[in-house]
C-alpha cells in the first residue's frame, strides 16, 4: 500500500495556459475523489468517479474543467484556460466502498500558482 | 451545504480536553473527521454513521446525534501531537461525496 499519489507537487502557469494533473489512488479503491482548498478553509468537492463512472459533478464547477478516470484506475484534472482564481491546492483521495462507510486517504496534492 | 464549525479556534496547554462540534441542515448518514497539520494532506480520524456505528484509531472519540444533525469530537489530554486544523465532512445518504467544514484550528502548547 503505497498510498495516494498525485503528480505534479507543484506547478506554475501563465493565465490562460492549459493544466493537468495526475492522481494514482490506492490500488483496491474504487472510489477516486477531486478537492479543491484553499488557504484557510476545508476541501471543497469537484468530482468524483465510482471505478470509471464519473458519478457526481460539483455544480460550481465551470465547463473549464473536466476529469477522467479510464479503466477505472488512474484519474487526471484538467484545467483549461487558467485564471488566476484557479490558484489553490489540488487534493485526490481514494476510498475503497461505494457506500461511503469508510474514510477517505488524501494524496499530497499538487498546488497550482496561476500567475 | 457545508457544515458549520465551531469554534474557528482553541489553544490548550499540554493535557488539557477540547471539544470540537460540527452541525449541518441537511440529514446527515454519516460524519467523518480529518487532522490537517500544515503543508500536509487530510488524515482520517473517525467515522459515525447513522445508526450508531462508529470506525477509527487513536485516542479521540466523537458522537453523532442524528436528531440535532451534529456531532462533536472529543480531544482528552491533548498532546503536542494533537496540534493541526480538524476537519468534518458530511454525506448523505448513497453515493454522495463528503462536504467539508471550514475547520477548526487546535495549537496544543507545552
Known amino acids: 500500500d503505497t498510498g495516494v499519489s498525485q503528480d505534479p507537487r507543484h506547478k506554475i502557469t501563465k493565465r490562460g495556459q492549459n493544466v493537468t494533473f495526475r492522481c494514482d489512488p490506492i490500488s483496491e479503491h474504487n472510489r477516486l475523489y477531486w478537492y479543491r482548498q484553499t488557504l484557510g478553509q476545508g476541501p471543497e468537492f469537484l468530482t468524483y468517479f465510482q471505478n470509471e463512472a464519473q458519478l457526481e459533478k460539483s455544480r460550481l464547477l465551470s465547463d473549464r474543467f473536466s476529469a477522467e478516470r479510464p479503466k477505472g484506475s488512474f484519474s487526471t484534472l484538467e484545467i483549461q484556460r487558467t485564471e488566476q482564481g484557479d490558484s489553490a491546492m489540488y487534493l485526490c483521495a481514494s476510498s475503497p466502498d461505494p457506500q461511503g462507510s469508510y474514510g477517505y486517504t488524501f494524496g499530497s496534492g499538487t498546488r497550482l500558482t496561476v500567475v | 451545504q457545508q457544515p458549520v464549525q465551531s469554534p474557528q479556534a482553541v489553544i490548550l496547554r499540554e493535557g488539557e480536553d477540547a471539544v470540537i462540534n460540527c452541525s449541518s441542515s441537511k440529514a446527515l448518514y454519516s460524519v467523518h473527521w480529518y487532522r490537517q497539520k500544515h503543508g500536509e494532506a487530510p488524515v482520517f480520524l473517525m467515522i459515525l454513521l447513522k445508526g450508531g456505528e462508529q470506525k477509527g484509531h487513536e485516542k479521540i472519540s466523537a458522537s453523532f446525534n442524528e436528531k440535532k444533525q451534529q456531532s462533536s469530537l472529543y480531544l482528552t489530554a491533548s498532546q503536542l501531537s494533537y496540534s493541526g486544523t480538524y476537519f468534518c465532512?458530511?454525506?448523505?445518504?448513497?453515493?454522495?461525496?463528503?462536504?467539508f467544514g471550514s475547520g477548526t484550528r487546535l495549537q496544543v502548547q507545552p
Open positions: 465532512g458530511t454525506g448523505g445518504a448513497g453515493r454522495r461525496a463528503l462536504t
